[in-house]
């Protein structure tokens, strides 16, 4: 179904036309990196005040995980023990860090009154496919084991991510369901990748074409995967799990001007259909990204809120 974006959105998409916005397939990942981590100052709302920010390092297969705990101000707890999510930043798997997401993490962590701990895998093209997978799958099993030394609450713990984070997170999800946990709480999935068939008629629609088109994902694709077989392991797509029964509860935000809204839908449906309980949330006239702009989108803000309130409902 054809999207149409909504005013502030339009005017965003106009903003970047008008400054001269560079393609991520005409840059080096290194060019592309520093353009995200600049543009981000224009987009990012202010940053909710936390009770604590601190570094950590997780044990990962290739050496320390750099990651980030925030702890809010106003934190639920039972005995010492709050509940906890582990975010995936999105960025293709090429782009993004513990800076770029630093105000949604912030944000998250003060809607959702739960503590937040963001994970820095290693990106391609340096480490290929499934270099992000395996460090975001250790780094939950270690917070897992962990989790009373961090204050965590470990039958409170959940996954979440944004695009590509949100395909890393479906990723850990699957994993920890057949790998002898950990047993996850929930799945946050904001606008996820979940096909690197990238047939769905989205990606094909001009009017989905907006910031993220089917050419820059195509080039996000060829920096991650080794090899195009890659693109049916299920570690790369999700979707391509045999089954998604067994899964814990997911909220999924999926925006209408974007390439990956059809993927993103199926996905949530395929997850009802297997009896795992949804929440699915549609943004029609929003495009991809659009959830950490807070400062220029106002439905971010929303989707922000409804994030926290279902994060404390479970």
Not at 178 to 200: E, K, N, W
Not at 288 to 302: I, S, Y
Request: a negative charge; charged letters at 20%.
């Amino acid at each position: 179904m054809p999207a149409k974006l909504d005013p502030d959105a339009a005017a965003v998409y106009k903003a970047f036309q008008d400054a001269g916005r560079p393609a991520y397939e005409t840059l080096t990942a290194a060019e592309a990196r520093a353009y995200y981590s600049a543009a981000r100052l224009v987009s990012n709302p202010d940053p909710a005040d936390m009770a604590s920010v601190r570094s950590i390092a997780i044990p990962g297969p290739a050496g320390d995980i750099p990651a980030r705990l925030y702890t809010p101000n106003k934190l639920r707890q039972d005995e010492g023990l709050a509940p906890a999510l582990v975010f995936f930043h999105g960025g293709g798997w090429v782009i993004g860090d513990l800076d770029t997401h630093d105000v949604v993490c912030r944000g998250i962590a003060h809607d959702g009154e739960l503590l937040v701990i963001s994970v820095d895998y290693r990106l391609a093209p340096e480490h290929k496919f499934p270099a992000a997978i395996d460090d975001a799958i250790a780094a939950t099993r270690w917070i897992a084991d962990n989790a009373r030394k961090l204050g965590i609450d470990p039958e409170q713990l959940s996954v979440g991510g944004d695009s590509a984070g949100g395909n890393v997170s479906a990723v850990v999800a699957l994993h920890a369901r057949d790998h002898g946990g950990p047993l996850l709480a929930g799945q946050v999935l904001i606008y996820p990748a979940t096909d690197f068939s990238m047939r769905h008629p989205s990606h094909s629609e001009p009017e989905t074409s907006v910031l993220l088109t089917h050419s820059v994902i195509r080039w996000f694709r060829d920096h991650y995967l080794s090899r195009a077989q890659d693109a049916d392991d299920w570690r790369a797509s999700p979707a391509r799990a045999e089954t998604l029964a067994g899964l814990p509860p997911a909220f999924v935000i999926t925006a209408g001007a974007d390439p990956l809204r059809d993927e993103g839908d199926e996905y949530a449906r395929r997850l009802a259909d297997a009896g795992v309980p949804v929440v699915h949330r549609t943004y029609p006239g929003q495009f991809h990204g659009f959830f950490t702009m807070g400062k220029l989108l106002p439905q971010a803000n929303v989707a922000m809120r409804e994030i926290g309130d279902w994060l404390k409902a479970l």
